[in-house]
């Protein structure tokens, strides 16, 4: 790995709009991020509610365990979600993710319709739901997402900087 490719994290407080659901689902978010671990994937992990807030898929990391360039957390949870639902359309949905997505991981959530986005730590380098960018809340998007950061950011961030330190 190398350095250029280590996320600058930012721990920042909680949102107000956060739930003890969102703390819970984070705690499965946090479980797959672990896991990315074992294939030495960035341990970033995600998981998607249904609308009645059981969880229907959930992912981590797998660029490096796949050699899939969209092996994102994010991606790996929307398909699983959209595979266990019976469709692409995610509505009434929330999306769960111990780190920001990026620009192509926004842009996933904007095309399955994901109403509500919880994070953990905001990714200042390359993040695009509020620090680089807010793709998923621009007002020319055909739909607006609502943001909920800072759901365990510390631990989230945490994972994130003892992952990367060896590769200092």
Same mark, same amino acid.
């Given at each position: =790995? ?23 689902? =984070?705690?499965?978010?946090? &479980? ?51 595979? &266990? ?18 620009? =192509?991981?926004?842009? &996933? ?60």
């Amino acid at each position: =790995m190398r350095v250029a490719e280590q996320p600058h994290v930012v721990v920042g407080a909680p949102s107000p709009s956060a739930t003890a659901a969102d703390e819970a689902a =984070m705690d499965l978010a946090l &479980a797959e991020a672990r896991a990315a671990l074992a294939s030495d994937d960035v341990p970033v992990g995600a998981v998607v509610l249904g609308p009645d807030g059981a969880v229907v898929g959930r992912g981590r990391n797998t660029r490096e365990a796949d050699g899939d360039p969209t092996g994102h957390a994010e991606v790996v949870a929307l398909r699983a979600a959209a595979a &266990a639902l019976g469709r692409w359309r995610l509505d009434g949905c929330t999306l769960v993710v111990t780190l920001e997505p990026c620009l =192509m991981c926004a842009g &996933a959530v904007l095309q399955a319709r994901v109403p509500r986005l919880v994070l953990g730590a905001w990714d200042e380098k390359a993040g695009a739901c509020g620090s680089q960018w807010d793709v998923v809340r621009d007002r020319r998007a055909l739909h607006r997402v609502e943001v909920v950061p800072g759901v365990r950011a510390e631990e989230s961030a945490a994972l994130l900087r003892d992952f990367f330190h060896p590769h200092r």
